[in-house]
């Protein structure tokens, strides 16, 4: 008998996120290798906003295990059944965190991406402490010092990470940017991965569907690509 059509597009789907699973960490680890580099010290993260559980199942089936979610709110809609059923799996917050979401967001996600200011980072330590749960976090940086942007300004970098380990005695590990849209990523990338060396800070996170090579190229420890892998979102 034929497979009935809704089965044939189910595999169908499986099928292509496998293939763009294979081809993205295929670029990733080619970029890696001309930038003589290990590809093992590149972790991809799976941008999965906007997308369900079943296209999170379909890269989950084909060995991807680190996502990224963009707000707290779809992560527990999404992620609690997913994390049950595969403890191995990892989750970053890449997006805004309101301080009201503090308690969920340490609760749920294993690393942080978004710290960008000091209410945020105290409350964040606070949440660690009552609950024994210490997720790593990450120091988003302006660096194009956009006003519309979060982020610490390039220049508030280096007090505001040693306030977060000496101050709030957060797991500080990395930093993150989001470079504009209309500026050469490559700056930005540099010079997020000249502030993470300075202050001794092991990882970098920054790249994306567009520009996760050159990320690559320049030092980033983890890319958070989205469209390459899921296609595009909906609205």
């Given amino acids: 008998m034929p497979e009935p059509a809704a089965a044939r597009a189910v595999t169908d789907a499986a099928t292509g996120g496998a293939d763009r699973l294979a081809e993205v960490r295929r670029r990733i680890a080619d970029a890696a290798r001309e930038a003589g580099r290990d590809p093992a010290t590149v972790t991809l993260v799976a941008v999965s906003k906007t997308h369900g559980p079943e296209r999170v199942q379909e890269l989950i089936d084909a060995g991807q295990r680190v996502f990224g979610e963009n707000r707290v709110q ?16 990892e989750l970053h917050l890449i997006g805004p965190l309101q301080t009201n979401k503090a308690r969920e967001a340490v609760s749920l996600f294993d690393v942080i991406e978004s710290v960008d200011r000091e209410k945020l980072a105290a409350t964040l330590a606070k949440e660690m402490a009552r609950v024994g749960r210490r997720p790593t976090c990450y120091v988003q940086v302006n660096t194009g010092e ?19 380990r000496d101050m709030h005695k957060l797991p500080v590990a ?6 504009p849209v209309d500026e050469e990523p490559a700056l930005h990338f540099a010079l997020l991965a000249k502030m993470a060396a300075r202050n001794g800070l092991p990882a970098v996170s920054m790249g994306m569907s567009a520009d996760y090579e050159t990320a690559v190229r320049l030092g980033a420890t983890h890319v958070r ?9 909906g609205p």
């Fill in 74 to 89: 779809e992560a527990e809609a999404k992620f609690p059944a997913l994390k049950q059923a595969h403890p191995d799996l």
């Fill in 146 to 164: 956009e006003p519309q942007k979060a982020g610490i300004l390039p220049a508030e970098v280096d007090a505001f990470v040693a306030s977060c």
């Fill in 174 to 179: 990395g930093l993150m940017c989001i470079p």
């Fill in 225 to 233: 690509v989205g469209t390459a892998l899921f296609g595009h979102r």
